[in-house]
């Protein structure tokens, strides 16, 4: 073995390395506790979903649990013929499937299948299940620096654990310190809303939406209308919309569905 | 032939472990790669070949459950058929959901186990016996019953397999999830934590611990309490100065990483609510119960 101070966990990337990956997962296979991991090893592997993900991935393939390596499998393709699915469908099932009356019955099936989805495309769908169809709470983009941020950092934890109610809590006490932060605004309206207070979060985002070359602009815009179509404010909503979909930013194209479905 | 890259990463090797073992890893890179370069280009060529090289995997997850359920082994070809034709009428759905970026072995993986559950389901129906009991009585034998059970020990095993995975630091993951799920955590947990080394406290120190640590509930308020008490204990067998928002906000980071892996790698479709039901039983049922003397 070389001089334990010249051995290398990382690659250039910052994940660990193909032998560190093959160290980690013999360790856990064998439970020798003489294998030695380095702390920073383990650290990057709480921290770091990717290498976890490598390192249980190849626990499996060494327990012969999965069968990625399985040399044979080529071979199998090969050897099947290309028709052999034809010739293994069970002559019962053949015979079913080329009946004249299941023919007929597939036909009536699909026009009825048809008639039913052209009934509920037409039909006009309801504010809340519209929604419901194109809500979904924006993604965390934060970077946190610093101690100062602590309550940030603990209110995008619960954001990201879907725990927006206590997410609220949190993002109000640090709303309460820092009200011009539009991180915490953003993020506290985007959770009011998803805990179905749109009443309270549509003053954030039109704060946010009204700000002059603000980083949520957009977003908050798009949210805003979300929110007026959560409390019914249809008139509201489709000028909201009307705006969006005369921009060209990511949201355009979904506004223009909306206000073709509200029409 | 073995390209560049992959030259590259062989003669890195460093002495650290077998070799066989490091090249297995590499190997088994490669082996996805290849597999996954050979799946996008039937799937949009030749999909009825690309279905027939997951055969071995349809003809495998059947057989696991039939070696448990050996009353549906009659049953056995016309299930693994009845998948298979069912697979290859996924084409259209697959061509639309599937997301590239996805590894098609584990995105084929998920729709092959649901469609064998809902074949064991289907053939269930027609299964019902009568069984005698050990003593003697009869009672209405569900395969269903052991179904479930099948499904249980497995996930068990997997979770089992992500909490062993933390090698050195497996007990204070176990203390911490303890803490967050609001289950019982015993004075064994507590010793734990110190392997061979002298803890400091006493037992009837860590038993007072121990007993503090089932108040407080599962709010947020409450995980926070249970945390700043058992803080003190993390942080001597850690030899660190860890404050209990960092303690929590690490278990979590740990949890959600837990449910990626078991939804993506395995597709399973916990959420923190599901997990949690998960972990208790995992708890309850399996991992205490080996340390019960």
Known sequence: ?263 | MVSVAVTKRLMAYQGMTDFLLFYSKILKDVVVQYSQDEDLRLLHSDFHLLILKYKPLIDKLVDERIRILPEFEPERQDMIQQIFENLLSKHETILIQYDSEQNFRNYLWKIIKNECVNSFQRENKHIRRFVPMLQGNDEIFDPSDFYDDLVVKETFRIFDGIINSYTISKKKLVVCLKVILSVKISLFDLTQLFNDHQSGYSRKELEDISKNLTSGGETLRGILIRFHLIRPVLNLAEKANTDEHSYWRWTNQQIIHAINYLNNKHGMNFDRETLKILAEKYFEDFYDKQFQF
């Not at chain 1, 380095?38 to 060494?62: G, M, N, Q, R, Y």
């Not at chain 1, 699915?85 to 002559?91: A, F, G, S």
Request: glycine share 2%.
């Open chain 1, 1 to 263: 073995m070389k001089d334990k101070q010249k051995i290398v966990y990382f690659n250039s990337r910052g994940h660990l390395n193909d032998e560190t990956i093959a160290l980690f997962a013999k360790r856990i296979m064998t439970n020798d506790e003489s294998i030695e991991i380095p702390s920073s090893v383990i650290a990057h592997f709480e921290e770091c979903e990717d290498c976890k993900t490598e390192i249980l991935d190849f626990v499996e393939v060494i327990a012969d649990s999965f069968d990625y390596v399985t040399p044979l499998l080529k071979n199998q393709i090969e050897s099947e013929p290309k028709k052999s699915h034809q010739e293994k469908v069970k002559p019962k099932i053949r015979q079913i499937i080329l009946s004249r009356t299941f023919r007929i019955c597939s036909l009536a099936a699909i026009l009825l299948v048809f008639m039913a989805v052209s009934w509920f495309v037409r039909h006009q769908v309801s504010p809340e299940r519209l929604f419901g169809q194109y809500f979904s709470p924006y993604k965390n983009v934060i970077t946190i620096k610093g101690t100062n941020d602590k309550k940030l950092a603990e209110g995008m934890l619960l954001y990201d654990l879907k725990m927006y109610d206590s997410a609220i809590v949190v993002f109000t006490e640090a709303f309460m310190i820092d009200s011009l932060n539009r991180d915490i605004k953003f993020y506290l309206a985007n959770s009011l809303l998803a805990s179905e207070m749109a009443d309270e979060a549509v003053p954030l985002f039109y704060q946010l939406q009204q700000e002059k070359n603000g980083k949520y602009n957009i977003p908050s815009n798009w949210f805003l209308g979300l929110s007026y179509l959560k409390m019914n404010e249809i008139d509201r909503a489709s000028l909201v919309f009307k705006e969006i979909a005369e921009q060209k930013n990511s949201y355009s194209d979904k506004a223009k569905q909306i206000l073709r479905k509200l029409d």
